[in-house]
T-cell receptor, first 111, second 114 residues
C-alpha cells in the first residue's frame, strides 16, 4: 500500500496570505489527523476528521480550518498567515482508534 | 501544551551500546506509540502498545507499556549509526471522545559520540 502523501512539500508565503495544504491517507483509512511541529512547541494536535466530519479539535485559533472529502483526502487551510505559523505540518492517517501513520509533512515558511 | 515528559532530551550513543528512553504522564493512556523522525521527514511508527504490561519488540527495539498506564519505555539494543534521529513517544487517551488525538512527548535526540 502507498503511504500517506502530502502536497506541497515546501511552501513560502507572506504574512496575511492564506494557504491550503493537502493530505491523501493510506487507502482504506478513514481518519485523518493534522499536527503542527515547531522547535519550541513540539508536535501539537490541530484537528481530526473521520468520515468527512471533524471529530476533534486542538487549541488553535479559528484561522486554522480543515475538511475531509468523501474519498478521505483532507485539506487544511490557514488564513491570515502570521510569522509564528511557520512550521512543519504533518498529516496522519489511521484505520481506527489505534496507530497513526504520518506523511512526510509540508514545510511552511511565512515571511 | 505537552503532557508527556520524555527523557532524556538527548543522548550520545556509541556503536554497540544499549540505550533506553522513557515517557511518563500524569494521565492514563490507552495506547502508547513510539516514533522515529529523521531530518526533513515525518515520524515513522516503530512500535505500538495496547495493554498495560505489554512488552513488544521490533528488531533491536523493545518497548513496554507501564502497568500504571502512565508510562512507557523504549530500548535500543546494540545501537548502530543509523539509529541517529529523534524518538517520540505518543499516547492516546482512554476517553473515546478524544478520538485519535495523540499527545506527544518532547522527543529524545539520539546522536553519535564523536
Amino acid at each position: 500500500k502507498a503511504g500517506v502523501t502530502q502536497t506541497p512539500r515546501y511552501l513560502i508565503k507572506t504574512r496575511g496570505q492564506q494557504v491550503t495544504l493537502s493530505c491523501s491517507p493510506i487507502s482504506g483509512h478513514r481518519s485523518v489527523s493534522w499536527y503542527q511541529q515547531t522547535p519550541g512547541q513540539g508536535l501539537q494536535f490541530l484537528f481530526e476528521y473521520f468520515s468527512e466530519t471533524q471529530r476533534n479539535k486542538g487549541n488553535f485559533p479559528g484561522r486554522f480550518s480543515g475538511r475531509q472529502f468523501s474519498n478521505s483526502r483532507s485539506e487544511m487551510n490557514v488564513s491570515t498567515l502570521e510569522l509564528g505559523d511557520s512550521a512543519l505540518y504533518l498529516c496522519a492517517s489511521s484505520s481506527g482508534r489505534m496507530e497513526q501513520y504520518f506523511g512526510p509533512g509540508t514545510r511552511l515558511t511565512v515571511t | 501544551g505537552q503532557q508527556l515528559n520524555q527523557s532524556p532530551q538527548s543522548m550520545f550513543i556509541q556503536e554497540g551500546e544499549d540505550v533506553s528512553m522513557n515517557c511518563t504522564s500524569s494521565s492514563i493512556f490507552n495506547t502508547w506509540l513510539w516514533y522515529k523522525q529523521e531530518p526533513g521527514e515525518g515520524p515513522v511508527l516503530l512500535i505500538a502498545l495496547y495493554k498495560a504490561g505489554e512488552l513488544t519488540s521490533n528488531g533491536r527495539l523493545t518497548a513496554q507499556f507501564g502497568i500504571t498506564r502512565k508510562d512507557s519505555f523504549l530500548n535500543i539494543s546494540a545501537s548502530i549509526p543509523s539509529d541517529v534521529g529523534i524518538y517520540f513517544c505518543a499516547g492516546l487517551p482512554m476517553i473515546k471522545a478524544a478520538g485519535n488525538k495523540l499527545t506527544f512527548g518532547g522527543g529524545t535526540r539520539v546522536l553519535v559520540k564523536p
